[in-house]
């Protein structure tokens, strides 16, 4: 079963999908917490996130394929722009809006960075050599991201923005770095 095992090194140079998984469920989970507030049930908040979440991939592959905008560095710029806005604006100015103004409100709202953070996998995905590696540390850094989720017991949710804003940053440094060792 030898196979089946990373090569020396693989988790360092796979360490920006790491970090894209963490960030990736930390997002996520802010995302259900948001949307439990705005619409209070259960099937609308999974439904919602669930929608919102695969239709982001959905465009954020097609933009990276179809495309060269944004480039890796430009998403990752505005991922942190989209993470902060939804950090500083405040959930209840989407609450006294009407339903079909408060859906498309948090559509954006919330999908914006998993486009961003989508276009940034995508990227990422389509230069690496060892695509069931990257997955692999993909999804363990999700698990990490999923336990680091419980921080918003102290931190509060909103307090999960800048945890997945620094592990996207974390990112991006393990991207850059590793970019440059390519060369």
């Keep these: 079963h030898s196979r089946f095992r990373m090569r020396k090194g693989s988790f360092k140079a796979n360490l920006q999908f790491f970090l894209l998984g963490a960030g990736f469920l930390l997002m996520e989970t802010r995302g259900m917490l948001a949307v439990a507030l705005l619409f209070a049930s259960t099937w609308m908040v999974n439904s919602t996130i669930i929608a919102l979440v695969l239709v982001m991939a959905l465009l954020a592959n097609l933009l990276a394929s179809k495309t060269k905008f944004p480039t890796q560095g430009q998403a990752y710029i505005l991922l942190l722009i989209a993470l902060l806005i939804l950090f500083l604006l ?84 393990a991207a850059t770095r590793s970019s440059k060792q390519n060369y």
């Design 90 to 173: 405040p959930l209840a100015t989407l609450a006294t809006l009407s339903l079909p103004l408060k859906i498309l409100g948090t559509a954006l709202l919330l999908g914006l960075p998993f486009l961003f953070s989508g276009v940034i996998f995508a990227r990422a995905f389509s230069k690496t050599t060892e695509p069931e590696v990257a997955i692999g540390i993909n999804i363990l850094g999700a698990i990490v991201g999923g336990c680091l989720e419980y921080l918003s017991l102290v931190v509060g949710t909103n307090g999960l923005i800048p945890l997945a804003m620094l592990t996207y940053i974390l990112s991006w440094l």
